[in-house]
């Protein structure tokens, strides 16, 4: 990858993920940090908060172990950890007191965002996938066509008449004049004349 100008989208998947966790982390420090700073439904909300990070946490690190194939889960995921923010953010509603709701949505607005990221990233390669893989089965479709459309008259019938050709396949080519042909090219126009098609 040293070398590479381009990423893969699992590459970009999996770097994003990582800026995610870490930003996670970082906002989960300050749920820990103000502990126990005001009265109890501010001390509840806060230790909700922490929980619900931790469990975001927990999803984007399955979704770290998980490979890009299994979207559904990812998404699933991804989508429960975007959740968790806002849960937290919500349990401040109410508040106007040492912290409140817009303290909270600012604190958790960049992992928040970083975790949407994510989620808009692993929905854009499930609808890549989906399309490469809807091309690709075209396309061997239409190959399927073309080969059978390319081929011409004379070799339709040479493919058609396999059996007479095993009939005729016992002949001998030699240059010394000791086989019926001297060259190969010989032995193809016999049979084919045989066969009838060269004309």
């Known amino acids: 990858m040293a070398n590479s100008t381009e990423l893969e989208p699992e590459v970009i998947f999996r770097l994003s993920m990582e800026a995610a966790v870490s930003e996670i982390l970082k906002a ?5 940090i103000f502990n126990n700073i005001g009265d109890n439904i501010t001390n509840l909300a806060m230790e909700n908060c922490r929980q619900l990070l931790g ?3 927990d999803h984007l690190n399955s979704s770290l172990s998980s490979s890009t194939d299994s979207v559904d889960d990812l998404r ?17 509603e109410e508040f106007n007191g040492v912290i409140n ?6 604190h958790l607005k960049f992992s928040s965002e970083v975790t949407s990221n994510c989620l808009a990233i692993i929905t854009w390669i499930s609808k890549v ?14 190959e399927a066509r073309e080969e059978q459309q390319w081929r011409s008259h004379r070799e339709r019938v040479l493919l058609e008449s ?18 019926k042909f001297k060259t190969i090219m010989e032995a193809i126009k016999a049979v ?8």
Do not use: P
Not at 85 to 92: L, M, N, P, S, V
Not at 129 to 142: G, I, V, Y
Not at 167 to 178: N, P, Y
Not at 192 to 199: E, G, T, V
């Open 76 to 92: 699933t995921w991804l989508s429960s950890a975007v959740t968790y923010h806002q849960t937290c953010i919500d349990g401040f």
């Open 129 to 142: 996938k989906t399309a490469f893989n809807l091309r690709r089965r075209r396309l061997m479709n239409l």
């Open 192 to 199: 084919c004349s045989d066969l009838k098609i060269w004309q």
């Open 101 to 106: 709701r817009d303290d909270i949505d600012t």
């Open 162 to 179: 396999s059996n007479e050709l095993k009939k005729k396949a016992d002949i001998i080519v030699a240059k010394d004049g000791s086989g």
């Open 28 to 32: 989960s420090q300050y749920f820990i």
């Open 55 to 57: 469990l975001a946490i």
